[in-house]
């Protein structure tokens, strides 16, 4: 075998990577003595961007697409090595390739609450946790800022620094909003796309950009989460008089149910009882501990009244109507009334309501003189 061809078959001549990860964000192609043949075929695929690295300085760029390394198609190799068109022996150079798909899935929290100002609550601490996707929008930047010289850089050696970003930037945003900690569930969405904004801006620097940040939770110190539970409570529960009502009369008929279980007859009743002690103790205390005054009774209820004549029934007349009617005599003693609740028909002067009415009338007169 001529001694050019054996060396001519140690030089690598098809550069690619494909990537079984899912966190792997640039890996060096690995070769014997860093030597690549000339004419050697590079395929760098979709979502992939190859960086070629000489004498530390980053040399080309190479976005999708399958190449032959030659001098035509590398005009700053060509400069940095001083070849010429005919010039046909192999170089030496790294060779990075750097994913340019979105990472996905990746997390962030607030590792100590925020401090606020709420306009209901007013100074309170919250915490929020969600997740978000980078991506390399410059792969040369991002080669020379944070990768260096790394042969395998994963997102777990870049998230950390993000994550940082993140939490500063959603402090400043929400803090600076002024909307209530009960209301911010419902604009997490505005949330994150003002702070994916935000932060895609700083970390432009690095070659990365934020193309979505998810807010999946905004939540309060467990103290305040309790009292706002009872007072959701409350709410649901809505009059305390007749929520103590109902209880009380639940202990009592599941006594009722069950007489011979005599220690939670027991307890159904003295839960009941309790209930309206305390209700009652409550409204002495709202009146400076003096006794309640009793309700006045209601009104009592007018009756009204019908009248037989004749066989008819006429009416229905309050006692003001019979007052009037006992004036011009349409109502005499003789006549039958009857009101609801009476058992049946009686005179007008045995109805001790209506025999009144007479009394202010002066008698019949006496016969006249024969």
Known sequence: ??????????????????????????YRFERYGNEIKYGAKLTVREGQTAVFIHEGQLADIFTPGLYMLET????????????????????????YFVSTARFTDLKWGTKNPIMLRDPEFGPTRIRAFGT??????????????IVGTDGEFTTDEVTS???NIIVQQF?????????????????????G??????ISETIASYGLTLPE?????????????????????M?????????????????????????????????????????????????????????????????????VWHLAENGQTKGPYSRADLGRMAGTGELTRQTHVWTQGQDGWKKADEVQELAQLFTVMPPPPPPAAG
């Open 72 to 95: 035509n198609n590398m005009p700053i190799m060509t400069n940095l090595q001083h070849w010429d068109h005919g010039f046909a022996s192999p170089f030496k150079s790294e060779i």
């Open 161 to 163: 620094q993000i994550r």
């Open 132 to 145: 978000y996707t980078v991506k390399v929008s410059d792969a040369g930047r991002f080669m020379t800022e």
């Open 1 to 26: 075998m001529p001694i050019m061809d054996f060396l001519k078959g140690q030089f690598i001549d098809v550069i690619e990577w494909t990537d079984d990860t899912r966190d792997t964000m640039v």
């Open 235 to 303: 709410g649901v529960v809505g009059d305390l008089n007749r929520y103590t009502q109902f209880q009380t009369a639940e202990a009592m008929r599941a006594a009722a149910e069950n007489p011979g279980g005599g220690g939670g007859m027991g307890e159904g009743l003295g839960m009941g009882m309790g209930m309206a002690m305390a209700q009652g103790l409550a409204q002495n205390m709202a009146g400076g501990g003096r006794p309640s005054q009793a309700a006045p009774p209601p009104p009592p209820v007018e009756h």
């Open 193 to 198: 796309k003002l702070v994916a904004g935000h």
């Open 213 to 233: 940040l998810y807010i999946e939770n905004i939540s309060l110190p467990p103290a305040v989460e309790e009292a706002l539970d009872k007072r959701t409570s």
């Open 171 to 191: 402090s400043q945003t929400v803090a600076g909003s002024g909307i209530p900690v009960l209301d911010m569930a419902a604009n997490t969405g505005e949330f």
